[in-house]
């Protein structure tokens, strides 16, 4: 409106201006109803509108102003230009009357688009928000219990990692379920045994205490159940505290020289008392991981091997670096294994020969060894040793001074 107005003042600017540099005669009259004007010249009209009077309507000098006339009220401009006074005017109706029309043109074509504009809008964001209700109603429609990976059709990317970050949670719960389950079926898979055959140690040795016969024997037959139900229970802690969500995130650099002279050193005594020699032949090589899951890998494969390898074996320890990898191998003259049984070496529960060996274990060290190493984004594989037992690789990324993490 204040636009408007400005270009309505324009107008009479220009038509006084016009008025002045036009010269009308005396008493020429123009016959616009609409246009109010007077040129005065020593106070005389010369030249008028046709709805002007014929004598001075007034001798303001003001530029704009107001006044009343006909019955109705005018918005005037007055220009003085030497001895001629040029006075202009329109109805303030009239201005009022075009600002409604010009403004109606402008509002109108905005106001009959807004509805569509709104159903675009509508649809829009309908459209966009149907990856949110497709995720909605999937979380919905699961059960309780229902920990399967949830899919969006068409999904946007905003709310990809709202799903990917989801089906991590569910995978992760799933895998916390998962091992919950498995470790309530192997403590009650594996104890089973031991507590059964510890009934019966203890029931023959209050038989024996009730005859005055106990022996040395009966207490020996004692103390190795005791010690097998030990070690059971603690590779199954062991399988249930290398997961990924308990596992040491803060891994360091280790060097597995150190590290395996430590496990050698640890084991030295039950090597020596199997008459088994061992040799360790590495250079200082680091890797990134964590040091008490380390130990206990390599001490589950080196107790196997002084387990299985058998009397005045040898036992032979290897690390190399080959394409940013160590490898480190442990093998030993044993009687090995063959094909098959290699492939199922690494399987819960699984014990190869233990009739004939009559070596008696819970299954789950090379099970351990296999998950530490996995957990440490390496591989673990057993094979033929050139000793004539069991040779068993494992390969690990090789850590160089500067990496921060390992993906």
Avoid: C
Wanted: hydrophobic share 40%; charged share 20%.
């Amino acid at each position: 409106m204040e636009q408007l107005d400005n270009l309505f003042d324009q107008e009479l600017i220009s038509i006084a201006n016009v008025l002045v540099n036009a010269k009308p005669n005396a008493n020429t009259t123009n016959q616009e109803r609409s246009l109010f004007y007077q040129v005065i010249e020593n106070k005389t009209v010369i030249s008028r509108s046709a709805i002007a009077p014929n004598e001075v309507f007034t001798s303001t000098n003001s530029d704009f102003f107001h006044f009343t006339y006909n019955a109705q009220r005018w918005r005037s401009y007055s220009l003085k230009v030497d001895d001629l006074l040029i006075i202009v005017a329109r109805p303030i109706a009239q201005r009022i009357q075009s600002a409604e029309i010009v403004l109606y043109k402008a509002i109108f074509p905005i106001v009959i688009t807004i509805p569509f504009i709104a159903l675009i809008i509508f649809y829009v964001i309908r459209k966009s928000l149907k990856p949110l209700r497709n995720l909605s109603n999937n979380l919905q429609a699961k059960e309780i219990n229902e920990l399967s990976p949830v899919n969006v059709d068409h999904n946007v990317k905003e709310l990809k990692p709202i799903e990917l970050t989801l089906n991590r949670l569910f995978k992760r719960l799933n895998s916390a379920f998962e091992r919950e389950q498995q470790l309530a079926t192997n403590a009650a898979h594996e104890l089973r045994t031991p507590i059964s055959v510890l009934n019966i140690t203890t029931h023959n040795l209050i038989e024996a205490y009730a005859e005055n016969g106990i022996t040395y024997e009966n207490l020996k037959e004692l103390k190795n159940n005791v010690e097998r139900m030990t070690q059971v229970t603690e590779q199954i802690i062991a399988l249930y505290r290398f997961s990924p969500e308990y596992f040491n995130e803060k891994l360091i650099p280790i060097n597995v020289e150190h590290l395996l002279q430590q496990v050698i050193a640890n084991n030295y005594r039950d090597i020596t008392k199997a008459t088994q020699n061992i040799s360790l032949e590495s250079i200082p090589l680091m890797v990134l991981g964590d040091e008490f899951s380390l130990v206990t890998l390599f001490e589950n494969l080196l107790k196997n091997s002084i387990k299985y390898a058998g009397a005045k074996s040898e036992i032979l320890i290897s690390t190399v670096l080959k394409h940013n990898l160590v490898i480190i191998t442990l093998e030993d003259s044993g009687a090995g294994l063959t094909k098959e049984q290699r492939k199922m070496m690494f399987d819960r529960f699984y014990r190869a020969n233990e009739d004939t060996t009559r070596v008696k274990g819970s299954g789950l060290g090379l099970s351990i060894a296999k998950h530490i190493v996995e957990l440490h984004n390496g591989t673990i594989t057993g094979e033929r040793s050139s000793l004539g037992g069991l040779n068993v690789i494992v390969t690990l990324p090789h850590y160089f001074k500067g990496d921060s993490h390992v993906e």
